[in-house]
């Protein structure tokens, strides 16, 4: 029987519920990763996820609010060739 444990990937990238969300985008594209969990930084620096992870798609959906159309088609492309990556 194969379990998640088999193929769940252990380097989890996080961030927190304030980080901008260019600086996301940032941290995702130097590490290669397609997603971000994000969490809370609790005393003694225990981090306890507080939200859903956060993929390329959801932040270029995000950016592309504030762009022009040309620029919208252009962000929808990357999105797709990003997803076909994965």
């Given at each position: 029987?194969?379990?998640?444990?088999s193929?769940?990937n252990?380097a989890?990238?996080f961030?927190?519920?304030?980080t901008?969300?260019?600086?996301?985008?940032?941290?995702?594209r130097?590490?290669h990763?397609?997603?971000?969990?994000?969490?809370e930084?609790?005393?003694?620096?225990k981090?306890?996820?507080?939200g859903?992870?956060?993929?390329v798609?959801?932040?270029l959906?995000v950016?592309?609010?504030?762009l022009?159309?040309?620029?919208?088609?252009?962000?929808?492309?990357?999105a797709?060739?990003?997803?076909?990556?994965?």
């Amino acid at each position: 029987m194969i379990t998640i444990a088999s193929i769940c990937n252990r380097a989890v990238a996080f961030t927190t519920r304030d980080t901008p969300i260019a600086a996301a985008a940032k941290l995702m594209r130097q590490g290669h990763i397609g997603s971000l969990v994000i969490v809370e930084q609790m005393n003694g620096g225990k981090r306890i996820p507080v939200g859903s992870s956060v993929t390329v798609d959801d932040i270029l959906e995000v950016l592309s609010e504030e762009l022009s159309e040309p620029s919208r088609i252009v962000a929808r492309e990357q999105a797709r060739e990003a997803s076909a990556r994965k």
